[in-house]
């Protein structure tokens, strides 16, 4: 099992990035799939999620600017982020979840600076 994450950067407050991960190996359409985020000398946090029925979860602070969605037959998901702040500075993480099973993709950097 593989997940890729990519797409992240340095954007300037107020920007918008959109990070995908893309799966191989797993059946990927069964899995509540997820993007968590750690930013230096924080724990990690769940930003978003989406189950195999889609049902999306927002953090409180992903409301409204974040959207996260899945495309099965590319083994995708995303997080399209808007609005960005100076506090969603972190390295983001996709997750893919189902039963006892949980796999992780490397992290992709996101920096918010003006």
């Known amino acids: 099992v593989q997940l890729q994450a990519f797409g992240g950067g340095l954007v300037q407050p107020g920007g918008s990035l959109r990070l995908s991960c893309a799966a191989s190996?797993?059946?990927?359409?069964?899995?509540?799939v997820g993007w968590y985020r750690q930013a230096p000398g924080k724990r990690r946090e769940l930003v978003a999620s989406?189950?195999?029925?889609?049902?999306?979860y927002y953090d409180n602070s992903a409301k409204d600017r974040f959207t996260i969605s899945r495309d099965n037959a590319k083994n995708t998901v995303y997080l399209h982020m808007n609005s960005l702040k100076f506090e969603d500075t972190a390295v983001y993480l996709c997750?893919?979840?189902?039963?006892?099973?949980?796999?992780w993709g490397q992290g992709t950097q996101v920096t918010v600076s003006s």
């Open positions: 997750n893919a979840a189902t039963g006892p099973h949980m796999h």
């Open positions: 190996g797993l059946d990927f359409g069964i899995y509540t």
């Open positions: 989406l189950t195999s029925g889609g049902n999306p």
